[in-house]
């Protein structure tokens, strides 16, 4: 979509794409499985309605996944140009909507049922958003105003946001607290941030508790859900795909930071521990939680994990060393006691060898993503 399009649909003038939308938009609802939700009810587990937006994404499915496992009634909302058909848990109700058709998701929303949002659904690579910001305001900003206006017009008064590290540019201060001056140096990191802004004005205005999560690296996999990104941008996969011959060579970039190793360190938690936040969040929504964030505080260097890749898998990782990205800090890691102390979080699958591990098992039995 051309991103004056977003704009105007960012300030309520989106009629023309609305117009294509309804006209031209592929809606399918899908329901499998009913026996399967009545069976979860009989057995007395929750029976609370969340519409998971995203839910075909790396993390959206794992949401889906754990949420039907614990008995919670699903819908997901998602375009798939991102993501799977294939990765969406069969307990699920299907709704293949854009976020960008505000009249699709008003319709969608309000007819599931829903009792709580949980929203994963956005564009992420940060190069393509500075190459073409317009997709990524219209989608994660705009599409994000879609929804929350759903949301208000459904009643919905629970509503869980994935927002990220990137609201926070280069923090001065490490580790990063939740106050720590938000400033994006990207669009997707600023997409991310206005929709943050205004899931705070909605809340008040009609009383929709919220929790933002920030995250900053995700990794892991669970039996049957991982990460299928096209392109895939992130160390552990890139590294796993390295060894599975996808890739030539795993570049390490900059081995002359300022930290212990020379290589910059990044926060890393397990998808499973960083939806069960999410999931515990829901359940924690009677009152407003505000934005935490999910991180270990420690962190993990480029280098360690290329040893752990090799400790794991038991593969030698072919190694290039590449000059410093520029805007990549040396080290990003997150203070997380908010969430700790506010639902109790605690990552358990969060060290190395699990995320690694889980990944590489998902990775051997779907050499080729989901298309495997
Ligand atoms: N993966 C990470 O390490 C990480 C880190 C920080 C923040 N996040 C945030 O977590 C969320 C999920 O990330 P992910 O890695 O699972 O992403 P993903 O790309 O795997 O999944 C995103 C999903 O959103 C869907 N989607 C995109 N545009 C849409 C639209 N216009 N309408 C409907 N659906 C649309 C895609 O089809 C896809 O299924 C995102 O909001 C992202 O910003 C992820």
Redesign the pocket.
Known sequence: MHWAVGVAALLGMGGQYRRKCTMGQVRIRTVLDRTQHRTIQQQGCQSMHVLV????????SVATERLIERGYHVTV????????REAVHPGAVVET????CTDAVTDIVRASGADAVM??????LVPESVEQPGPYFA??TA?GLNLLRAAADAGITRFVF?????VYGEPAELPILEDTTKSPINP?GAS?WMTEQMLDSFSHRYSINHAIFR?????GATHDRG?D?DPET?LIPVALQTLLGKRDHFTMFGTDYDTPDGTAIRDYVHVVDLVDAHITALERLDQPLGAMNLGTASGYSVKEIVDAVARVTGKDLPIRIGPRRSGDPAALVADSSRARELLGWTPRRSTLDDMIGSAWDWYQRHPNGYST
Do not use: M, Q
């Open positions: 937006t995203g839910g075909g994404g790396y993390i959206g909302l998602d375009n798939f140009e991102r993501g799977h909507c854009d976020l960008r929203h994963f659904a956005a564009l992420t989608t994660n599409g994935s927002s990220t590290a990137a997707y991310k995250y900053f690296n995700v990794a990460e990104h992130h």
